[in-house]
């Protein structure tokens, strides 16, 4: 049941590699912040004890997967893990996912891609736990993009499957999405969504 929907989340969400966050030792990616905290109502449709990972249906985010930090926040009463099955509706608290690199791919920018995700140290570090957000990339053919919503549909490289990337927010990013036509092949690192708060309300 977890490994279907989970499939069926990430082709919601782009998630192809996840980790657990690890203690961090040096900083490359700007720290997460209130900026990048997002809060919302919605349904567990999976969880994962051995990951600690968690898929919620949402109105507001669609149907999403999510790491749970092992230490979450004071009001929801320590580490509630065990009480998140599927069916239980929880209001969650979350970092969302942050482009770390964007560019048209080339054998360099691979490189570069593999080396972010290899090392811990990259990720940007979450707000009061000293544990940094792992990264994960994702390539492939741009299908076509979306400016407004500054996301880019493309079809992934090693699977064949359509993904719709997650909103790329540097300024850097966005200066690469506006140059980006169908056909071009594309390389990106982003931190993983990031549950800092989990509260089953039933």
């Known amino acids: 049941m977890f490994s279907s929907s989970l499939r069926s989340a990430a082709g919601f969400a782009g998630i192809v590699v996840v980790a657990l966050s690890i203690p961090a030792t040096s900083s490359r990616a700007t720290d997460l912040g209130k900026d990048d905290e997002v809060a919302i109502r919605g349904n567990i449709v999976a969880a994962d004890p051995s990951t600690r990972m968690i898929i919620v249906e949402s109105p507001e985010r669609d149907t999403l997967s999510y790491r749970v930090l092992p230490t979450m ?113 594309v390389t990106l690192v982003f931190s993983e969504r990031t549950a800092f708060e989990v509260v089953p309300i039933n």
């Open 73 to 185: 926040g004071a009001s929801s009463s320590g580490d509630t893990f065990g009480r998140l099955r599927p069916g239980v509706t929880v209001d969650l608290r979350y970092y969302r996912v942050v482009d770390l690199l964007v560019a048209k791919s080339t054998p360099e920018i691979d490189k570069q891609a593999a080396t972010l995700v290899a090392d811990p140290a990259q990720g940007p570090g979450i707000l009061g736990t000293g544990m940094r957000a792992r990264l994960w990339a994702l390539s492939g053919t741009v299908v076509r993009t979306d400016l407004a919503a500054k996301k880019i549909d493309l079809v992934d490289s090693n699977g064949g499957m359509t993904y719709r990337t997650p909103w790329i927010k540097s300024a850097e990013g966005q200066a690469v999405l506006a140059t980006l036509k169908p056909g071009d092949k």
